[in-house]
């Protein structure tokens, strides 16, 4: 069993800054990507920011200079700076993280979601 909670989101004013939290708790043996979405209302789910299993990361066009995706390897845990936010960035966030747990299963698990909006 495998959890993911996030944390972080809420109501900012354009130009504010918001960090989101996801950490990831169980039965890991190994996680070997990390991973940001979002899915605005009406839209598709898309990608924001990520980590290979390489440990390179990767970003969206839009949020490109404005978000930073880090990791902390010891908490199991992914953050999301978000900075400089604007109002087309006000959807649901979503981790994505693809775990191997000791059961040597190699899956992906979602977080809850958490709702960030961005309006004066």
């Known amino acids: 069993q495998v959890q993911l909670v996030e944390s972080g989101g809420g109501l900012v004013q354009p130009g504010g800054s918001l960090r989101l939290s996801c950490a990831a708790s169980?039965?890991?043996?190994?996680?070997?990507?990390m991973a940001w979405y979002r899915q605005a209302p009406g839209k598709q789910r898309e990608l924001v920011a990520s980590?290979?299993?390489?440990?390179?990361?990767n970003y969206a066009d839009s949020v490109k200079g404005r978000f930073t995706i880090s990791r902390d390897n010891a908490k199991n845990t992914v953050y999301l700076q978000m900075n400089s936010l604007k109002p087309e960035d006000t959807a649901i966030y979503y981790c994505?993280?693809?775990?191997?747990?000791?059961?040597?299963?190699?899956?992906?698990?979602w977080g809850q979601g958490t709702q960030v909006t961005v309006s004066s």
């Open positions: 994505n993280v693809w775990i191997r747990t000791t059961d040597w299963r190699l899956n992906g698990y």
């Open positions: 169980g039965s890991i043996s190994s996680i070997y990507s």
């Open positions: 980590f290979s299993t390489g440990g390179s990361t």
